[in-house]
């Protein structure tokens, strides 16, 4: 059974920055793409960045340019660097496979407030 470690939030200014780091145990990581989640208050869980296993990158248009995911699959981890934060990027961040079928992670907590 997969297990997700996410990790690296907190609360930060609007235009400040945070890299969150997500590790995986238990499973082949490399052959899987990877995804950043959020999931707001009282909204649904969203997908944000995601990273081929090839290393193809693809973001939603709200954080586009503003966010970086990377891998290190010796590690077993994916990393999300998020600059220039807003408001409205408060949120639960979590990691999965992209289409999501691991078990949910704790995520960790993002808050963008001055």
């Known amino acids: 059974q997969v297990q997700l470690v996410e990790s690296g939030g907190g609360l930060v200014q609007p235009g400040g920055s945070l890299r969150l780091s997500c590790t995986a145990s238990?499973?082949?990581?490399?052959?899987?793409?990877m995804g950043w989640y959020r999931q707001a208050p009282g909204k649904q869980r969203e997908l944000v960045a995601v990273?081929?296993?090839?290393?193809?990158?693809t973001y939603a248009d709200s954080v586009k340019g503003r966010f970086t995911i990377s891998r290190a699959n010796d590690k077993k981890t994916v990393y999300l660097e998020m600059n220039s934060l807003k408001p409205e990027d408060t949120a639960v961040y979590y990691c999965?496979?992209?289409?999501?079928?691991?078990?949910w992670g704790q995520g960790t907590q993002v808050t963008v407030s001055s």
């Open positions: 990273i081929t296993r090839g290393g193809g990158i």
């Open positions: 238990g499973s082949i990581f490399s052959i899987y793409a």
């Open positions: 999965n496979t992209d289409p999501a079928h691991w078990y």
